[in-house]
């Protein structure tokens, strides 16, 4: 369990932060709190206390922060999975693991307070992952948007058991400047870096992210994400 919401049992919506929905046009998306309730509304009117998705995606959302365009060709396409919920939503280790590194990422638009975990997959971890998982030792996870209060206390080393909380889903502006949500994300080579990991990254960068970033999908499994 990563945040504390069944999805075998409870609602949830697949949010698209893509061109093709064509509401994105319409908001002033430099606004965060008109992006968040416009994030908050589409839950409303869907019946789910989260949103989910994102993994592979080609946003568009990115453009309200100078953070990504600061390359020759700016960073759209989203790394990891992300999960919309109310600030204050506990986020709970998924696999036994140790603290790599964790920093305050303050850029408007970046991580804000961020942690990463190291874990060191068998063969019989996260419950039978997926064909493919099980293959990557060591394995990194990236904990994104959280409060700063979530960062207390941590050390580099220090151990988490799955389903031990290790975080909490953070208010803006002190989350990124993001409406709340959780960036989660796995990463086989942390090409060493400490308390940060691109997230987003540009189309003549996606086949190199994508073989280093598996598919948080293949531990979360989400009924209707790829």
């Not at 019989?124 to 998982?133: D, F, T």
């Not at 280093?212 to 009924?223: E, F, G, Q, S, Y």
Request: glycine share 10%.
């Amino acid at each position: 369990m990563l945040v504390p919401f069944d999805f075998r049992k409870e609602p949830y919506l697949i949010l698209d932060f893509s061109s093709s929905n064509p509401d994105l046009a319409t908001l002033d998306l430099t606004n965060t709190a008109t992006f968040a309730d416009y994030v908050v509304n589409q839950l409303k009117l869907s019946g789910a206390r989260v949103g989910v998705g994102g993994y592979n995606e080609h946003r568009v959302i990115y453009r309200r922060s100078e953070h990504f365009q600061q390359m020759t060709e700016p960073r759209e396409i989203h790394l990891g999975i992300d999960l919309w919920a109310d600030a204050g939503t506990p986020v709970f280790a998924p696999l036994d693991g140790v603290v790599h590194s964790f920093q305050d990422n303050a850029n408007f638009g970046d991580y804000g307070p961020t942690i990463i975990l190291e874990h060191y997959v068998e063969s019989s971890a996260a419950g039978k992952p997926r064909p493919g998982l099980a293959a990557f030792h060591p394995l990194y996870s990236l904990y994104g948007h959280l409060t700063r209060e979530s960062l207390n206390g941590l050390y580099e080393g220090k151990e988490f058991k799955a389903g031990q909380k290790i975080a909490e889903i953070g208010p803006y502006p002190e989350n990124g400047d993001w409406p709340p949500h959780l960036h989660f994300q796995l990463m086989t080579d942390m090409l060493g870096l400490k308390g940060d990991f691109p997230g987003v990254c540009s189309l003549a960068d996606r086949a190199k992210f994508l073989a280093i970033c598996p598919n948080p999908n293949d531990l979360l499994r989400i009924t209707g994400l790829p």
